[in-house]
Structure formats: structure tokens, C-alpha cells
């Protein structure tokens, strides 16, 4: 089928299936690369997105899909964010403009979105485990499918990857390729190498080493010891010239490198690896960024891209936090700054520059990032483990374990705490909040503004034991600020509880924190044009609850109180601070409810925010509040 948004892509027009392509003469394909990577550079900086690694992967995706046949053999991409050319190949054309919006394509894959898309990844290191997995089920099913696993080099800097290479077995149908395009995996690179992986995959090698086993074994006396005797000195030349690497060490059949923007040597090397029915890995090299000048000569600008029209400069709360974390390192030697290859996202770099030896990148392996951390602390320092909320869930056991349980004072920076709408249910940090809850002797700060952040982190700093700081992606709202911050505010003071009454005499009190607190302040804002008089309060700490419990008593107004929060809803912020409440009595008669996130998983469908599609959004509360009116009313 023909689309007049692909008009302009030959080619490109022509593929609406692995079948289209697979049926492309060879010849074609070059052309057929470049268009892919014309309609990617125009597409992501529409839409926003990882652009330079799916411009690195664009012949390996086409190599793979002319090799195997999808879905009946499976193709696991880690991470999902590498997978935009494979789903433009599988059916997903046509709707390739929704990419990462309302209703839209994800920017990862997903098993309910395609029956091409194997597993599912936001995170990284997964790939390999999946894939073993897959591979052992189809062998105990008696299937003949294939599995191939597209492991980016950094997912290798997690430890979960080489767990799952220490479980792999031999005689799986299993093809793990590494895509290597920034870090040095091996050093067996160079023309000399490249040549004899051809020589060794060619046919005639094939033929020939098989034909020597064959006629070698049937000698009788001197045939099979003179066979070990040429396949050990083999080894030994190969091993002089690729040199030994772990994965061989490993009990794994390793190839390469390969170059992974070739598309006839990939598509040979593939099927290479095919016929040998065996587990194998394939060592390829790819460019990132590669046939776009921007995100060529700046890599890791392009990795991620916003939206067109979206400012990609400017203070958000990632670069508030590294600002304050550097002023705060200046006072105070002991701080010390963790991240898992994320020093961009959470604004880490100018720690990074000005402190050096003080900060420490520790690759995607948040588990380790951790512990880490701890043996830091145990020895006097004062760590800051800056990660994505949603990633804080790998290593959830290490934070008890090896940091709660021995009381040592790590700080935990959680960015992108919330949900987040662009990268979907893979990026929510919605269950931050119940996890951390759960510790004892923890301490959660939840600052909106930028000195809020810098309050929370000197706070956090005198503090022993587990404290985490969590904050949204984005930046102030000046709502937020208007309502709560009047008369400004001090990084010296000590994270509180605001007030803002939307009228004199209020009805009903709304207790919140974090962003949502904007929609509390819409939903005040309405229900006052219907004689309702809100107040709200605005916790820049949760937990503990007991202490909030204490500051919060004593400013609640009306007959009712509700708790509103953008987390999930059990063992949350709602459930903690009315549980401490009822406690001490401070609820009396007033009916409560919790509004929470029932859904963790939140999908908008088009036309509709992820609030709306948990269920928290301001219309959301706006009908709470009032049930909530009418029910205090009927009991008193």
C-alpha cells in the first residue's frame, strides 16, 4: 500500500513487510538505507526521540530481516530504543508519524503493539536473558524458530547480561549480536581480522574443514590424533591473532568484528551464524549517528531528541540538581556523585568537569551503583546516587540490604519521578514512593521548585541513613510558584508544608505533592466558580509520615480531606500519611479519600494525557472533591 507521506521515498514506499523487503533486489538496498535514514532524521526531530542509534542500525535491521523471518523468528532489541527501523519494516509504516505520542507507536518495543516485536525493553541489560530464554522454549517445544538478540555495547556495562551468557548453552538456535558503536569490546579489529572472519565463514572453509574432519577420522591409528593435533594448533593461531576475549572463555562461538554498516558482509555473516544452528555471537561495529553530519559529529546530543519546538536548553530540574550538587560539593568534600551512563540525563556533567575524581559513571548497573555507594559511605563519604526513578526499581535490593539495614547515609537524587508521558509505561516512576515507604527510618523530599531542590539535598546531606529526593522531568510551573512561594524562598530553610486557600473558609482540604499539585490548584481554581472554597497543601517532604502527620494537623480546614497523588495508590503517599494521621487522632469525624494511580501501566490512547489515562488528572479530582463535599454533608 502507497501513502503520499512516503511519496517522496521510492523505496521506502514499497516495504510494508519483512516479505517486501526479503523480495528487494540486493542492488536496491543501499538506496533503500539511505531513504531510511532520511525519513528517521525528519521524523525523530518532528516527534523527538532516539535518533543517532537507529541511524547506526539501519543495515543490521535490514541484514537481519532478510535473514530471519519475523515473528516466527524472534528479535529482541536491547535497548527498545534501537528498534525504529525494525518497526518500520513490520507493518508499522503507516502509523510511524504517532511515534511516541497519545495513542501512537511506541518508542520501544512492545509485545501488544506488533507480533514482530518479541519482548519488550526499556531498560537495558535484558536482551540476552530474554533471548535464552526464547530460545530454550522453542528448543523444549521441538521449534525450529531462531532467536537473535541486538545487545547494544553499553548494555554490556550491565551485569544481567553476563548472568545471562553464564546460562547460555551451546546447542540453542541463538544469534546474540553486539552492536558496538562507542565503547571497545575486543581488540581483534582491523583489516587482517575482517579478512580472515571471511576466509573462516566462506563456503569453501565450511566444506573444506569438514571434509578434513571427515577423511582425518575415518585413518585409522594416527587419523583422529592427528586431527586434535591440527585443530589445536588452529586454536593457537587464531587465538595469537584474534586474541582471547570472554566470551570464547565463556564456552560461546564468537565472530567478528564485522562491519555493522556492510550491508552484503552483515547479510553473509548472518546467515553464517544461521547455519550453524548453534549459539553464536556476532561482534559488529556500527556508526551512531551515521549519514546525519549533526548526530555524526555529536553522538550523544543526538541520542535523544525532544519534540520539534521544544527547547532542548534552558534550566530544567536535572540541570538544578547538578548546579546545586556542585555548590554543595564545594562546602563539603565527602560529597560524592554516582550515575549509571546517565551523567546527561541527570544533569551530572558540570559535577563531572568540576569534580572529577569525586564522580563516578558506573555504566548501566544500577544494582552495583548501590552497593557501591554504600562501601562510599561505610568509608566516610557522603554519596549521591543520581538515577531515574523507574531505574531505582533494579536495585531496590541492594538499597535495603546494603545501605537501610547498616543505616550508612547515601542520598538518592530520583529524576523523572512521576509519570512520563513520551516513553510510556517502561518510564513511569510511580512506585518510588511505595518502595521507599516501606524502609524503615527513610526520609523522601519532593520539592517543585529549583532552591526547593537545593534545600532538599543540604537537608538530605545532615541527614543519616536512606534520603532520596524525588522531582519531575521538566521544569518549575509558575503556577506552583505564585501559590505557594509569594515572598520567595531560601535554600537554608527546611523542606515544609505550604498553604494556599483558593477563598476564605475552606470546604475541603487537598493534600498533595510534587507537580500534580498544579492540577489541585486547577481543580480549586474551578470548583471556586461554583461557591467551593479549597485549600492545599503542599508537602515538600512525605516521609516519615509520622513527622508530616504532625506538621500537616494542624492546617487542615473544612469536613473533609483528600489525598492526591500521581503514584500508585497502595503503599503510597495517601495511604502512609492517613494511616499517621488516624493515628494520632487527626482525622476525627472528617471523611478522607485517597486519589492514586490505579494504573501504574497508564497508556493514553489519542487526545488524552497520561493523567487522564490513570485517572488523576484536575477533572479527575474536580468530581472526587465534590463526592467527597456531599459525603461529609450526608454524615453530619
Known amino acids: 500500500m502507497k ?15 519483512p516479505d517486501d523487503l526479503k523480495a528487494l533486489p540486493a542492488k536496491e538496498l543501499p538506496m533503500l538505507a539511505a531513504e531510511v535514514r532520511r525519513y528517521l532524521s525528519y521524523r525523530v526531530r518532528e516527534n523527538g526521540g532516539h535518533l543517532a542509534s537507529n541511524l547506526g542500525v539501519v543495515e543490521l535491521t535490514m541484514a537481519i530481516h532478510r535473514v530471519f523471518s519475523t515473528p516466527k523468528d524472534h528479535v529482541i532489541f536491547d535497548v527498545g530504543h534501537q528498534s525504529y527501523v525494525h518497526k518500520l519494516f513490520t507493518g508499522r509504516k503507516e502509523k510511524f508519524d504517532t511515534l511516541r505520542q497519545p495513542g501512537g507507536l511506541s518508542g520501544f518495543t512492545k509485545r501488544r503493539e506488533s507480533e514482530h516485536d518479541a519482548f519488550g525493553a526499556g531498560h537495558s541489560s535484558t536482551a540476552v536473558s530474554a533471548a535464552i530464554g526464547m530460545a530454550e522454549a522453542d528448543l523444549l517445544s521441538g521449534n525450529d524458530a531462531y532467536t537473535v538478540a541486538v545487545v547494544g555495547d553499553g548494555a554490556l556495562t550491565g551485569g544481567l547480561a553476563y548472568e545471562g551468557l553464564n546460562n547460555c548453552r551451546r546447542n540453542l538456535k541463538l544469534v546474540i549480536i553486539i552492536n558496538e558503536n562507542e565503547m571497545s569490546i575486543s581488540p581483534n579489529t582491523g583489516h587482517l581480522a575482517e579478512h580472515l572472519f571471511r576466509i573462516r565463514s566462506s563456503r569453501k572453509y565450511l566444506r573444506a574443514k569438514a571434509f578434513t574432519a571427515h577423511t582425518l577420522s575415518r585413518l585409522p591409528l594416527i587419523g583422529r590424533p592427528i586431527y586434535r593435533f591440527l585443530r589445536w594448533i588452529k586454536k593457537r593461531i587464531k587465538h595469537l591473532v584474534y586474541r582471547e576475549n570472554l566470551f570464547e572463555h565463556m564456552g560461546i562461538r564468537y565472530h567478528g568484528p564485522i562491519d555493522g554498516n556492510d550491508i552484503e558482509g552483515l547479510i553473509a555473516s548472518l546467515e553464517y551464524a544461521k547455519k550453524l544452528s548453534s549459539s553464536v555471537i556476532l561482534h559488529v561495529k556500527t556508526q551512531k549517528g551515521k549519514g546525519d553530519a549533526e548526530a555524526e559529529a555529536n553522538p550523544d546530543l543526538y541520542h535523544g531528541l525532544p519534540p520539534r519546538g521544544e ?182 530553610a527546611a523542606p515544609a508544608v505550604r498553604v494556599f486557600d483558593s477563598a476564605s473558609c475552606p470546604q475541603v482540604t487537598v493534600v498533595t505533592h510534587g507537580r500534580i499539585a498544579a492540577e489541585a490548584l486547577r481543580t480549586a481554581a474551578a470548583l471556586l466558580e461554583s461557591g467551593i472554597a479549597v485549600r492545599v497543601l503542599l508537602a515538600e517532604y512525605i516521609a516519615p509520615y509520622a513527622a508530616l502527620a504532625r506538621e500537616v494537623e494542624p492546617l487542615l480546614a473544612g469536613d473533609a480531606v483528600l489525598f492526591y497523588e500521581e503514584e500508585i495508590r497502595v503503599g503510597g503517599f495517601g495511604e502512609g500519611l492517613a494511616a499517621a494521621l488516624d493515628e494520632q487522632g487527626a482525622l476525627f469525624s472528617r471523611p478522607t479519600r485517597i486519589l492514586a494511580a490505579e494504573n501504574a501501566f497508564a497508556t493514553p490512547r489519542a487526545g488524552e494525557s497520561v493523567w487522564q489515562a490513570a485517572g488523576v488528572d484536575a477533572a479527575a479530582l474536580s468530581v472526587a472533591v465534590l463526592e467527597l463535599i456531599k459525603t461529609s454533608k450526608k454524615e453530619t
Open 3 to 17: 501513502t503520499e507521506r512516503f511519496d517522496g521515498y521510492k523505496l521506502l514506499n514499497q516495504i510494508n513487510s
Open 311 to 492: 527547547k532542548r536548553s534552558g534550566e530544567t530540574f536535572s540541570t538544578s540538581f547538578g548546579d546545586a550538587l556542585c555548590r554543595l560539593a564545594a562546602e563539603d568534600e565527602r560529597i560524592c556523585a554516582i550515575t549509571a551512563a546517565m551523567s546527561h540525563g541527570t544533569g551530572l556533567e558540570p559535577f563531572r568537569a568540576q569534580y572529577p575524581k569525586r564522580f563516578f559513571d558506573v555504566g548501566i548497573a544500577e544494582g552495583h551503583a548501590v552497593t557501591f555507594a554504600a562501601g562510599l559511605a561505610a568509608g566516610g563519604k557522603r554519596p549521591v546516587v543520581a538515577l531515574y526513578s523507574t531505574f531505582l526499581q533494579r536495585a531496590y535490593d541492594n538499597l535495603v540490604h546494603d545501605v537501610a539495614l547498616q543505616g550508612l547515609p547515601v542520598i538518592f537524587a530520583l529524576d523523572r519521578a512521576g509519570f512520563n508521558a513520551a516513553d510510556g509505561a517502561t518510564h513511569h516512576g510511580v512506585f518510588d514512593v511505595s518502595l521507599l515507604s516501606a524502609i524503615p527510618d527513610v526520609r523522601i523530599f519532593t520539592p517543585v521548585t529549583s532552591v526547593g531542590i537545593a534545600a532538599s539535598l543540604r537537608a538530605a546531606k545532615e541527614t543519616d541513613g536512606v534520603t532520596a529526593i524525588r522531582y519531575p522531568c521538566g521544569a518549575e510551573q509558575p503556577a506552583l510558584l505564585a501559590a505557594f512561594y509569594p515572598d520567595g524562598q531560601d535554600e537554608l
